[in-house]
């Protein structure tokens, strides 16, 4: 049963069409720029991107009906993608493959594709940080406190600016604590001028 738990895989995210651009290598002290990368209109490939998750991690693969182009693994402690300077539909991602590292850039058509591949990301990064640290089981053993009343207890709530005689039981909500011309309560305004005026 144990090695079946291992092979389930779960799919966190499909964009189905991106674009994969060859990238120029990084200037230093600078990020990447989309508009570095030549003609945007000519991608190097183009395809379907998947994040899988399995029980060890989660990995990023570019596919099309017949092969698989490329994968990345990802790891939230060193993300192997990097959103670009100039626009927030474009990425470079990080593939290694037998030790060997390569750059390439990634386009998604649509804004709202690539802000779900950042939540999707996003979300996976929380929860494997929060399997990194559980918490403990003594924080949330808190002693219940008791509030109720003890037979016969009572309390009182004063209300500034409202005036109660004790003794009289009247309620807050009664109709005896009338709104009046006698200074107690809340005041009125007057309605507001009719808006013809003579």
Request: proline content about 7%.
């Amino acid at each position: 049963m144990e090695g079946f738990e291992e092979d389930i895989e779960s799919v966190l995210y499909i964009a189905r069409e991106i674009s994969v651009y060859k990238i120029p290598p990084l200037r230093v002290n600078e990020g990447h720029r989309a508009n570095d990368w030549g003609d945007l209109a000519n991608p190097l490939w183009k395809g379907r991107l998947r994040i899988i998750e399995t029980k060890k991690n989660a990995t990023l693969k570019f596919e099309d009906s017949q092969t698989v182009f490329a994968r990345a693994e990802y790891d939230p402690l060193k993300p192997s993608v990097e959103a670009v300077l100039d626009s927030s539909r474009y990425f470079v991602v990080r593939v290694e493959d037998a030790g060997k590292k390569a750059y390439i850039g990634m386009g998604f058509a649509e804004r709202t594709d690539s802000f779900d591949f950042n939540v999707a990301l996003q979300d996976y990064t929380k929860r494997y940080k929060a399997a990194l640290n559980p918490p403990s089981p003594t924080s949330d053993t808190t002693i219940a406190s008791h509030y109720s009343l003890k037979e016969g207890q009572t309390f009182s709530i004063s209300i500034p600016g409202k005036s109660r005689k004790h003794g009289t039981g009247t309620s807050l909500l009664s109709s005896s604590s009338t709104v009046s011309g006698n200074g107690s309560g809340i005041p009125l305004l007057p309605p507001p001028p009719s808006g013809r005026q003579k």
